[in-house]
């Protein structure tokens, strides 16, 4: 913890455009480093593509980690940044207008992501401009490195719930309107069906499609994207017709080809290094 704490003022002193330029080479020397999690980045690659050589996967994976690199020096600013400094980096947003109608109809979303990009962003940017938000995570391995994260989503204004039950407080917000974002493309504990991912049979979370049914919310999926100068491009999907006469896998279904669809046009920005197969 020592370690994060220095790396909070060091990081706090280098400006954001040289720290993702370090960010980008630490990702590098990570992937030297960190032998396992290259190998499950190499097996997720065998699993979606097949055909890619030794080099064409090293080369995807030193990419990848780069994205690793940028991320979380991003983060660690994050924990120092005051919140309208952390939305500036935010210079687009398609689809905001779903959002609008759901808020001028006190309508709840369940807002389906990935751990793509710099994903903690998007939480950070809605909670600013004044939305009410929320977060489903599980809390971390370290309980002072849960406490320095959570504290950094919490001073937007982003509300923090836990993975693993579903509180009163939360389902009272989703009945005034939050806009509540859970991550589904990891092979978890929590509640799943056997879906399509990647075009591959995957363990999917099927919570977002149980709570948009229970509670009569949007159901939409939304992604951060890096773009080439390091800023960041909201894209906000339409929400999906016809919610509470369609079946939870099919929604999954949905969820899962709109993440696929964008981790294929955007590869490198994904979390490869999560062993997303595990239990097929």
Known sequence: MILIYILRIIFYIIPWKIGTKIGAKLGIFCFYLFKKERKI?????????????????????KKNFRNYGIGFFEFVK???WKPEKITSLVKEVDGIEYLEKAFLEKK??????????????IPQYFACKGYNIGVIGKKLFDEKLNEIV???RQKSGVKVFDRD??????????????FLGILVDQDTKVESKIINFLGKPAKTPVAPALLAKKFNCYLLTLFSLRRKDSFYKIII???????????VEKLAERYNNEISEMILKFPYQWAWIHDRWKSI
């Open 78 to 80: 994050f924990t120092v």
């Open 41 to 61: 980045i190499y097996k997720n690659l065998d699993i979606v593509y097949k055909n890619l050589s030794e080099k064409e996967k090293k080369d995807f994976a």
């Open 165 to 178: 039950k579903i509180s009163k407080d939360m389902i009272k917000e989703l009945k005034k309107g939050m």
């Open 150 to 152: 959570g504290k950094t």
């Open 108 to 121: 709840g979303i369940i807002a389906v992501t990935a751990h793509f990009s710099n994903w903690e962003i």
């Open 237 to 247: 999907n339409k929400p999906y017709d016809d919610i509470m006469n369609t079946d």
